[in-house]
């Protein structure tokens, strides 16, 4: 939902002060509103999940709900200035994550205007441009998508490097035979996704596992559900171990984005499930950035290539989610994203 100002007053008060009554929310506004208005407020924020309300009559009390935290959290910066251990973040997966995301808009009426308009932008550019013109330019998006993916992994090929590589099968010299690998691994993913290979709608496990084993292809990773512990570098935050524990996740993750009705809001949360429940030995973001421009690609949506995107502040949005399930970062890295490929791509 759109928040108002006086509305965000109302959640960041109650933040600060929960199990509040209206009594305590009238006197502590900036500004004197009727109680009608304050009501109405009260009542739009509990029906979008953002609020939640116990009691009755004059012992009505609220408590700002999870998902105000999750969606719209604001955490700057300063949250990095901290040692990983000195953070106080989540140190395990939570749960009731999925729950909340079944409920709550995970954009506001303003951004998923502004996305559905550059999606009508992207729709119509690919309806005027000639056949071989969207083939090249597929094959760009997919050589900027495959460098941009790997680099955020620590893959030292240049962009021009690894377009020679995928456009020519010519290996930079100087280079790990892995890191070739893991570029032409992300285009045959990305080829089976384009040529209808790989069926993302309805999400399931079993597909977003067969585009891990082509992401991971002869880099020596296990396939499947990972039987081992695996820590992530740069958090304290540790994925779920149980291998059946995992699968439940993953099953549950699924449920949760095949029954949003947004298609914008499907790609995010893929990448953000699989990136948080880190079901495979490794290639785990790898495998949720493809998925994630899957979905868009398999619905007619333009795929991301996070071209422009600092492998830094990627990783910063990632650690966001894990440690204090906020998602509010890597919302607006997405929208900052899509906007770039609308605009670079298919034009």
């Known amino acids: 939902m759109e928040l108002s100002v006086r509305k965000r007053q109302i959640l960041d008060w109650i933040l600060e002060n929960p199990e509040a009554g209206i009594a305590d929310i009238l006197k502590h506004l900036p500004d004197q509103q009727p109680v009608s208005t304050v009501n109405r407020d009260l009542k739009s924020l509990v029906d979008s999940h953002l609020l939640l309300r116990t009691g009755k009559g004059r012992s009505t009390v609220y408590t700002v709900a999870p998902a105000y935290r999750l969606i719209y959290g604001n955490i700057g910066d300063s949250y990095f200035d901290k040692d990983v251990d000195e953070r106080k973040g989540n140190k395990r997966i939570d749960p009731e994550v999925f729950t909340y995301l079944e409920k709550v808009d995970i954009f506001t009426e303003g951004e ?111 396939k499947n559900i990972r039987k081992r512990i695996v820590g992530i570098t740069g958090t304290s935050y540790t994925p779920p171990e149980n291998e059946f524990q995992i699968r439940e996740y993953m099953d549950r993750a699924c449920e949760v984005i095949n029954l ?88």
């Open 260 to 347: 949003r009705a947004s298609i914008f809001e499907k790609a995010l949360l893929a990448v953000l499930f699989i990136s948080y429940i880190q079901p495979f030995e490794d290639g785990n973001k790898r495998t949720g950035r493809i998925t994630s421009s899957g979905i868009l690609i398999e619905n007619g949506y333009c795929p991301l290539s996070y071209r422009s995107v600092k492998p830094v502040d990627y990783k910063k949005a990632m650690i966001l989610f894990y440690e204090q399930t906020n998602l509010a970062a890597y919302k607006k890295l997405f929208i900052e994203q899509f906007t770039f490929a609308v605009n670079n791509y298919f034009r």
């Open 112 to 222: 998923l205007n502004q996305l559905n308009a550059l999606q009508k932008d992207f729709r119509e550019s690919i309806r005027t441009l000639p056949q071989d013109i969207i083939r090249k330019e597929r094959n760009r998006l997919t050589i900027e998508l495959s460098w941009k993916s790997s680099q955020i992994e620590g893959n030292t090929y240049s962009l021009l490097e690894t377009e020679v590589l995928l456009s020519e099968n010519i290996p930079a010299e100087g280079k790990q035979k892995d890191e070739a690998t893991m570029l032409l691994n992300h285009k045959t993913a990305l080829d089976y996704i384009y040529e209808g290979r790989v069926v993302l709608n309805p999400l399931r496990t079993s597909a977003i596992e067969d585009i891990h084993s082509l992401l991971i292809a002869d880099l020596g990773v296990s």
